[in-house]
């Protein structure tokens, strides 16, 4: 069965770089959550997107946008990077933003900021 | 804000022993999932609870969803190494702002041989 497919695996950057982080979710999934973990941590909730809006904000940074693109597609984009952005990010899928569905979460992508 | 809780952080036990992870939120809950996620994987989706008092069973591991819904367990029975990983709780609650839908911190399970 397709998985959400995350894009790159890992990365590296350099501080004040940017960096963009792709998420293709399942077929037929509207909704697309972004979730940053640090090492021992939970995931935190960054953003989420049903049929293309923002449906939910969660501790975002300013300097991080994200869009859900027509193919239902999210990209994650980072700007100013610091060390502290050093991270795993996950990307999740469901079939509604409700928060009644389950999500299926991506590899991740490992981003370390150097 | 809403917050959820998990207690322990930690665990350690001995293969075939038992384990029980406790959630517990500030606010009512419209539902609970529990994800699981091996070291160095992904978060999991195990379950799903809605009702009040919900009881749900799979194969070793039984998922309770509280009278009041604004607490959770999840508890396995006679534990294999390859339960290792943390346990997330995840609670939804819907207000007058919109829903929220946060992660509890998790709890590492260790799994002695």
């Known amino acids: 069965a397709a998985g959400v497919i995350q894009s790159p695996r890992h990365l590296i950057k350099e501080k004040r770089e940017t960096a963009t982080l792709k998420c293709y979710p399942i077929p037929r999934h509207d909704t697309v959550y972004w979730y940053q973990q640090g090492p021992g941590q939970d995931p935190q909730f960054l953003i989420s997107?049903?049929?293309?809006?923002?449906?939910d904000k969660g501790s975002i940074p300013d300097r991080f946008s994200a869009q859900q693109f027509s193919d239902y597609h999210s990209e994650l984009n980072m700007s100013s990077l610091e060390l502290g952005d050093s991270a795993l990010y996950f990307c999740?899928?469901?079939?509604?933003?409700?928060?009644?569905?389950?999500?299926?979460f991506g590899p991740g992508t490992r981003l370390t900021v150097t | 804000g809403q917050q959820v809780m998990q207690i322990p952080q930690y665990q350690h036990v001995q293969e075939g022993e038992d384990f029980t992870t406790y959630c517990n939120s500030s606010t009512t809950l419209s539902n609970i999932q529990w994800y699981k996620q091996r070291p160095g994987g992904h978060p999991v989706f195990l379950i799903q609870?809605?009702?009040?008092?919900e009881v749900k069973k799979q194969k070793r591991l039984t998922f309770q969803f509280g009278e009041a819904k604004k607490n959770s367990s999840l508890h396995i029975t006679a534990t294999q190494t390859t339960d290792v990983g943390t346990y997330f709780c995840?609670?939804?609650?819907?207000?007058?702002?919109?829903?929220?839908?946060?992660f509890g911190p998790g709890t590492r399970l260790s799994v002695l041989p």
């Open positions: 997107f049903y049929e293309k809006m923002q449906s």
């Open positions: 995840a609670g939804l609650a819907v207000g007058n702002y919109g829903q929220n839908f946060v």
């Open positions: 609870l809605v009702k009040s008092g």
């Open positions: 999740a899928s469901s079939l509604s933003w409700t928060g009644a569905y389950e999500q299926y």
